[in-house]
C-alpha cells in the first residue's frame, strides 16, 4: 500500500460527504413528494368538505289546484325561485298518488336551490338583491341552514347540483367491481397455479409468461377496445351495463391477479411441496392443501390491489360507454350504469359552479374508499404473512 | 392433473355460457337509449331527468359520444342493441341519411329544439371589443393574405398582437384558448367562421380554409370547457372559444366580444342575427316507437313550451329558444311524425 494514511483520510472524508448528499437528495425529493401530496389532499378538502353540507329551506305548502298542474303554484312566489326544482316536480306527481292532499297545508323543509347553497357558503351565485335580501332575512329567522348533505349519499346524479349524489355510482362500481372479481379471480388463480405447479418450462410456457408481463403494462385504453369489439358487438352483451364494464376491467385486472399469485405461490417453501409428496399427497392435494392456503395472503393482497387500480379506471369505460348520466339508482347488471371516477369526470364538465364541490366531494369519497382497500390489503399481509 | 384442468375448463364454460345467456335475452324495453352530440347533451339529461322523476319510466340512458358518432350508432339498423334519439349539434348529412335508409333506418323524424352560440370571450377585467368575422379569421388562420409585395400570396400568419390585424384593437398578444379539432365546437368554429370568410376574401381561391395556426397564438385547451374559464380568469389577456352556455354561467367573470357588431346574446342568437351561432337538433327512430312505448311521450315533453318555450327551464341551461313559429312547427313535426326525406336536406 504506497497511500498515506492523510491521503485514505481525505479519502473516507471524501465518501462520507457523497453518502451524506445522496441521503439529503433522498430526503429532499420524498419531501418534495410529501408537500405534493399535502397540496392536493387540502386542495381536495378545502373544495370538497362544503359538498357534505346542503343548504335547506323551511317553507309552507300549500296543495291548491294550481298545484296539481305546476308544482311552483304551492309555494309562496317569491319562496320558489329559492326552492330546488326537484322538490317542485314532485309536487303534482304526489298529489296524483294522494288526491286526498288538496285542499291541505304542510310546512315542511326541503332542498334550496343551489344558488342560495353557494351563496350561504360565500361562493360566486347568482342571486339578485332581491333574492339576497330575502335568503338573509330567512338565515336570520333560522328558516333557512346549512344541514349534512344526506342527499349526496341517497341519491344518483342529477342536472340540479344540490339534488346530485354518488349512490348510483357507488353501486355501479360494486357491481363491476363484483364482475370483475368473480372472472379475474378464478381465471387468474387457476391460471398462475397451472403455470407455477404443473407447467413444464419450455419455449411456449415462457412466452405466455413474457405475454402476460406484457399485458400488465398496456395502456388501459385497449381494453376498452378489446371489451368494445368481442363483448358488445360480438357476443352482445348490453353496452353500459356492469356487466361489460366489469368483464373489461377484468382483462385489465387479470395479469395482475397472475402475477401476484405466482410470486405468492414462488414465496412457498419447496419443502413443503416435498413433505407434502413424501407421505403420499398427490400433486392436487399438494396445491389445494398446502400451497394455495400458505400463499393465499399474498393471493388475496395481489387481487386487491388489482381491483383499486380497476376501481380507478374510466378510460376504458368509456369506450364501454359506462361514462353515462345515470340518475336511477339500479342494481341490476345488464341496465346502464356508471362508476365513481367516470362520476367525478362528468361533474368536472358540468358548466354550473356548485359542481366544483360535487366533483371533489366525489373525489374525497373515492379516495376514502381506495385508501380502505390499500389499508386492507396491507393488513392482510401483516396479519397473515409467514416468513420461511 | 386431468381434474384440475377439466375443472378450469368447466369454469370458463361456464362463464361464457352465463355471457352469452344475457346476450339472448330480448324483449321490448322501457328505457329509451339516446346517443349524440356532448353540445345537446346538458339539455338532453335535463330532460331525460325529469322524465324519469315525474313519469312512471325510468330515466332514459343518454351517452355523449358527439353528433358524428352518435349518428353512426343510430344508423346502424333497427332493433333492440340500437338507439332510439341521436342528438346532434348540425343537421344529419344526406350521406348519413342514405347510410341510414341502407340499414332499414327509414323512418326518421328531424326535431329542431333551439340554437347554440358560440362566443369569443375574455376576462372581464378588460375592455370589451367588437370584431368582425374576418379580424377573428386572421388571428386564428394558419395562412393568410400577404400584404405589399407579397400581395396575392398566402403567408404564413404573421400577427403577433390584435393591433397588427386592426389599429383599433387593442394592443394585446394574440392568445385563444380553443377546443381540440375532434370537438364539435371546433367543428362549427371552422365551419362558420373559417369557411364563411376564406370563401370570401381573395388568396383562398374562393374554397373553405379551415387551418387553424400551431404557432402557439392558438392553444388546444381539451374538450372541457370549464378549463378554458378557468384559464381566462387567470390570463386576462387570452381570449377563448366556448359555448354560449359556460358565458352564461360565468356572468360576472367573463365577457364576450360583439361579432360583427352584434352582442353574444339570446335574442340576437335566436333571431340568426349573430354571425356564430348553429342549430340544434335531435332525430327520433320511428320504427320503435311501438317497442320503445316512452320514446314519444319524451319527445313531447322535450318539445314543450315549458322545456324549449322563451321562460323554459332549458333556457336557465344556456339553450337559446326559437322563435314562436318555428317552435310551433317543430311541434307539428313531431305530431305528423314526420319521416325526413333525403331530398329535404
New interface residues.
Partial sequence: MSQTFDEISAQLRRRHRRSARLKWVSMGALGLAGLFLLWFFSDMLGKGLPAFQQAQIQVEIDYNEDAARMGRAALDRDLSRLVS??FE??I??QMRENPELLGSKETRWVLADSEVDQYLKGH?H?LNDAQRALVDELEAEGRVELRFNTTFFTTGD??MPEASGILSAAVGTIMTMLVTLA?AF??GV?TA??LEE?APDNRFTQAIEININNLAAIPSILFGLLGLAI?INF??????SP?VGG?TLALMTLPVIIIATRTALRSVPDAIRHAAFGVGCS??QV?RDHVLPLAMPGIMTGSIIGLAQAMGETAPLIIV?M??????V?AS????ATVLPAQVFTW??????AFVEKTAGGILVLLAILIFLNATAVILRKKFERRW | ?N??LTS?TF??TA?AAA??G????AHARD?IRIVGSSTV??FA??V???F???TEY??P????TGSGGGIRLFCNGVGE?TPDISNASRRIKAAELERCIENGVTDVTEVKIGSDGIVFAQSSTNESVDLTLEQLFLAVAAKVPGQGDKQGELIDNPYQKWSDIDASLPEREISIYGPPSTSGTRDAFEELVMEAVSEEIDGYGGEGYTDIRADGAYIDAG????LIVQRLTEDTDAFGIFGY??L??????LIAADIDGVEAESEAISAGDYPIARSLFFYVKNQHADAVPPLYEYVDMFVSEMMIGEEG?LGD??LIPLPEGEREQTREKVANRAALQVADL
Avoid: C, H
Fill in positions: 326544482r326537484t316536480r314532485m303534482p306527481v360566486r347568482k342529477s342536472k372472472i378464478p381465471i387457476m397455479v397451472y404443473f363483448f357476443f352482445g352483451v348490453p353496452r353500459s356487466l368483464m400433486r392436487w396445491v360507454g361514462v353515462a348520466f345515470i340518475p336511477d339500479s347488471l345488464t341496465e346502464a368536472a364538465g358540468e358548466p354550473e359552479k | 392433473m381434474r384440475i378450469r369454469k370458463t362463464i355471457v352469452m344475457m346476450a339472448t335475452v328505457q347533451y346538458p339529461s335535463y331525460t331527468e325529469e324519469g322523476a315525474v325510468p330515466t340512458v343518454i351517452e355523449s342493441g374538450e372541457n370547457d370549464n352556455s359556460f352564461v354561467e360565468n356572468p360576472n367573470a327551464y341551461l344556456g
